[in-house]
């Protein structure tokens, strides 16, 4: 199995989307703490080699869905950072017209099938569109997100059984931060291999260092592969952290100051492509610098364009209740 | 170039804060994620990370001030040149942007309505007979629950609390805080994200004969556990022939906090009070949370017990002593009039008590209850208030179509229709999902303007 991205091109391209992401989050969090953000803000800070590195393999028309802790994945799956960003901050042009906001965003057009509020509920909906998918025979794979919490919902082990009991093509990511809100793996699961929850379901599965994004993309390639050759469900364990708080609101008592820094020194997915991008394509300080500055104008762009954007006319009350 | 640092809200709630330590000094040199102060709340103690990189040039609020209002200016910071351009842009943003005009508006809305709390206290004070072998303090909903949950946990072995974050993280909403402490991981226990396992193991211990407080993160997340509440705790001592009970209470925030949209923001009391084998409260003041509260862990029946976010954090004066409990099933007159009753409960009794202030202003004199109980209703005082006033407007949070406003409105009909000189009216949440921005989930929900114009209209005003 060939490793997909290996150009200085691609990498750089991997590159520029977890940075992206990083921004856009510290962007989020700023606004929040001004106000212009309101409920509950989830940062994907730390976890964005995960969706950067299986974005990367996904083929025309492939899904993807997943919690509330979705602005990266929609960063990367192609969707606008300005309507993400207006959405996050309820004005009209956002991508639910104001009316989702941060948990609940969905690009049909781009494939994402949100954003999704309570924990766990995305992973049927995710084998569902699976499932439509071997209906149409269309070969498309639905990459269905979820965490190491949630991977303890009951519905969890239901979708497991159909999915493998017809040979779904979905591959469940079990995006590892290690904590469920304030509770570490250890305190809330029987065992730490998320990768083997799918034995008793016959679906294969392996844990990924998903602190590297090649690793990530390797795996996920191999994974999509399984499920498209007609051999029914994957499951990646994405061995990943978050270095913020659950959500704004979280003081994060439940872990060290010190061992959130030891993984952003030794582990963070952005520092080590960058080690890469220097060792192996001689990528200069001055060449960082023009990204760090496109990808800050980026983002300057998207919260200008979403504080300068309405609120929702107040008739947006009442539509998009029932479809037409 | 010179960039300020602004007091964050850090939760969907929070309106201000203290400053409880600085980390930085003037001169020292800060990047993104450095933390740069200790922030706490009522709720939670945060650090504050730095997302500039540059030099801190001034502090502008000692260590340990308190009350700082979200986006004061607490700091500045001297940062690079090209960096600085964007951060100006956030200030202009920010001085400029009418979303914050909209906060401080808020604010002053929050400052109302705590000045209707305190308005009505006094009334509840005139109105209500002060038990004698009690002392009136000051308890937040928040300490109201803790409280009643850390009394009876003494009172009976029996008794023990389980939930997501109940324990080491001291609650989502810090509403168990210390329990764990003082009761021990056997009897405060973390359980896993699994609402709907969680709940059934919950249920069949209640039918073994101890008694769980099963606490939801919010009530939006027992959907998961839904079955396990209504097929086999509300049914199974009906089904068994009366030979297994249910001694459980299941309890968290219900209906819309702060914007958190659509699967986050739902009143489930007529979903609940549907129900036959189960019990349903919706107290609104701490008195009532507290006294309820109590009575539910004592109850030998299932008792879905609604709490509010938005009210965790409000004061109010508490009567009753420790060990005294409120009677399920019982309204309470909060307001004594002779034009109109208005019936409400929870957090609608919020709206109904600052539209009574302006009633009152315009010559209106509204009779008001609590109905607190919502399963059984209490009937008996809503017919008697009514066969005397002749009007009658319900207030909910919740969705119109089988609120509780409208079974109530049916039951008068049928127990005092000769009586009613008007249709009774019902103000309720908005027959549409809750949406995120916040023009749209201020008109979603009901308010005090729409109570005053359902009260003018019962009573043919213009």
């Known amino acids: 199995m060939k490793i997909p991205t290996t150009s200085k091109k691609e990498l750089l391209e991997l590159y520029n989307k977890m940075l992206l992401i990083r921004r856009f989050e510290e962007k989020a969090g700023q606004l929040y703490g001004m106000g212009h953000i309101g409920g509950f803000c989830h940062l994907y800070i730390g976890q964005e080699a995960v969706v950067v590195g299986i974005e990367s393999i996904k083929k025309t028309g492939d899904q993807n869905i997943t919690s509330y802790r979705d602005h990266g994945h929609m960063l990367a799956c192609g969707m606008d950072p300005k309507m993400v960003m207006a959405e996050l901050t309820g004005r009209s042009t956002g991508y639910s017209k104001g009316k989702g906001g941060s948990m609940h965003m969905f690009s049909k057009s781009e494939g994402f099938y949100g954003g999704h509020g309570i924990v766990g509920a995305q992973v049927p909906i995710g084998a569902g569109i699976a499932f439509a998918n071997k209906y149409k025979n269309n070969g498309n794979v639905c990459f269905t997100y979820f965490g190491e919490g949630a991977a303890n919902q009951g519905q969890v082990y239901e979708t497991f059984n159909m999915a493998s009991l017809w040979s779904l093509p979905v591959v469940f990511v079990i995006e590892n931060n290690q904590y469920a809100m304030g509770t570490s793996i250890v305190r809330a699961s029987s065992t730490e291999e998320m990768f083997a929850r799918g034995v008793a379901f016959n679906i294969p599965g392996k844990a990924v260092n998903g602190m590297d994004v090649l690793e990530v993309s390797k795996e996920a390639s191999n994974a999509a592969e399984h499920c498209r050759s007609g051999k029914g469900p994957f499951i990646l364990e994405m061995k990943t952290y978050r270095y913020r708080g659950h959500s704004m609101s979280d003081p994060a008592k439940y872990r060290t100051r010190e061992e959130v820094q030891k993984i952003r020194e030794e582990k963070d997915p952005i520092d080590t492509l960058r080690s890469l991008l220097i060792e192996k394509y001689k990528i200069s300080e001055k060449e960082f610098k023009t990204i760090d500055g496109e990808i800050k104008a980026i983002v300057t762009e998207s919260s200008d364009f979403a504080l300068n954007s309405p609120e929702p006319n107040i008739e947006e009350l009442w539509t998009d209740i029932y479809a037409d | ?462």
């Open chain 2, 1 to 462: 170039m010179k960039t300020e640092i602004l007091m964050p809200s850090l939760s969907p709630t929070m309106e201000e804060g203290s400053l409880a330590k600085w980390y930085v000094s003037p001169g020292d040199k800060v990047k993104p994620g450095d933390i740069i102060a200790d922030i706490e709340t009522d709720k939670a103690l945060m650090e504050y990370e730095s997302i500039e990189e540059g030099t801190i040039l001034d502090l502008l609020v000692e260590e340990g001030t308190e009350n700082i209002k979200v986006n004061s200016l607490i700091a500045i910071i001297e940062t690079e040149g090209s960096e600085g351009i964007e951060q100006k842009k956030d200030i202009d943003l920010n001085q400029n942007e009418p979303a914050l005009f909209d906060k401080s508006d808020q604010t002053s809305q929050v400052k109302t309505e705590a000045n209707v709390i305190s308005r009505v206290d006094d009334k509840e004070k005139n109105h209500q007979e002060l038990n004698e072998n009690s002392s009136t303090k000051q308890l937040t909903v928040r300490e109201a629950i803790n409280s009643a949950i850390a009394e009876e946990m003494k009172l009976d072995e029996n008794v023990f609390l389980m939930g997501e974050e109940v324990g080491e993280y001291q609650g989502a909403y810090k509403v168990s805080q210390g329990l764990l402490e003082e009761f021990g991981s056997n009897r405060v226990i973390d359980t896993p994200i699994t609402e709907h396992g969680f709940t059934g193991l919950a249920v069949g211990a209640a039918f073994s004969g101890i008694r769980p407080i099963v606490e939801f993160m919010t009530f939006n997340f027992a959907m998961q556990a839904l079955d396990q509440i209504v097929n086999s705790a509300a049914k199974t001592n009906y089904m068994s022939g009366g030979q297994i009970n249910c001694p459980i209470v299941f309890r968290g925030p219900n209906g819309a906090a702060a914007r958190v949209a659509a699967q986050h923001s739902q009143d489930f009391a007529s979903l609940y009070a549907s129900i036959p084998g189960l019990k349903v409260i919706q107290p609104f003041s701490a008195e009532d949370t507290k006294g309820l509260l109590k009575a539910a862990i004592r109850e030998n029946n299932p008792v879905v017990f609604l709490e509010n976010e938005i009210l965790y954090g409000k004061s109010f004066p508490v009567n009753i002593s420790d060990d005294q409990v409120i009677p399920i099933g019982k309204a309470k007159t909060v307001s004594i009039g002779k034009d109109v009753t208005i019936i409400s409960y929870g957090i609608g009794m919020l709206h109904t008590l600052e539209a009574n202030i302006k009633l009152k202003e315009l010559g209106i004199s509204a009779e008001v209850i609590d109905l607190r109980t919502i399963r059984p209703i209490d009937f008996e005082t809503i017919i008697e208030s009514v066969k005397k006033t002749n009007r009658c407007v319900t207030v909910e949070e919740s969705f119109p179509v089988c609120s509780i406003g409208s079974y109530v409105g049916s039951q008068i009909m049928i127990k005092a229709f000769d009586y009613l000189d008007a249709p009774v009216l019902n103000c309720t949440g908005k027959d549409v999902p809750m949406p995120y921005a916040e023009n749209l989930e201020k008109a979603a929900l009901t308010s005090p303007d729409e109570i005053i114009s359902a009260v003018k209209k019962v009573l043919y005003k213009n």
